[in-house]
C-alpha cells in the first residue's frame, strides 16, 4: 500500500507560480512512476507529468511542456510539481498517482492522493 498526500495548491494571478508538492509513504519500493494529473468541473482527469524514481526520466503534456517541471527528492520520498507561467486554464484539481510502469495512462496508477485545488485568475 502506498499513501499520498499532496499540498500547495492555492490561488494565483495568471503568469504566476505554485509549487505542489506529493509525500509518499506506505509500500513504494515497487512503484517506480509519480504522475501528476488534473481534473477540471466537468472535465475528464487528464495526465500533466511523470517522473520515474530511479533515473529521474520525465514526461510531459504538451500542454504544460516548459513551463512545469516535475521532479523528485527520494530521500524525503516527495514528488514536486513546479508550475511557472500558469493560465486560467491550469485551474483544476490536482492529483499525484503512483504506478509500476512509465505509462501517462491513468488506469496505469494504483494509488493516488486526496487532490489540491489550483485556480489561477485572469
Known amino acids: 500500500q502506498v499513501q499520498l498526500v499532496e499540498s500547495g495548491g492555492g490561488l494565483v494571478q495568471a503568469g504566476g507560480s505554485l509549487k505542489l508538492s506529493c509525500q509518499a509513504s506506505g509500500r513504494t519500493f515497487s512503484y517506480y512512476a509519480m504522475g501528476w494529473f488534473r481534473q477540471a468541473p466537468g472535465k475528464e482527469r487528464e495526465f500533466v507529468a511523470r517522473i520515474m524514481w530511479g533515473g529521474g526520466n520525465t514526461y510531459y503534456a504538451d500542454s504544460v511542456k516548459g513551463r512545469f517541471t516535475i521532479s523528485r527528492d527520494s530521500a524525503k520520498n516527495t514528488v514536486y510539481l513546479q508550475m511557472n507561467s500558469l493560465k486560467p486554464e491550469d485551474t483544476a484539481i490536482y492529483y499525484c498517482?503512483?504506478?509500476?510502469?512509465?505509462?501517462?495512462?491513468?488506469?496505469?496508477?494504483?494509488?493516488w492522493g486526496q487532490g489540491t485545488q489550483v485556480t489561477v485568475s485572469s
Open positions: 498517482a503512483a504506478g509500476k510502469s512509465p505509462a501517462t495512462t491513468r488506469v496505469a496508477y494504483d494509488f
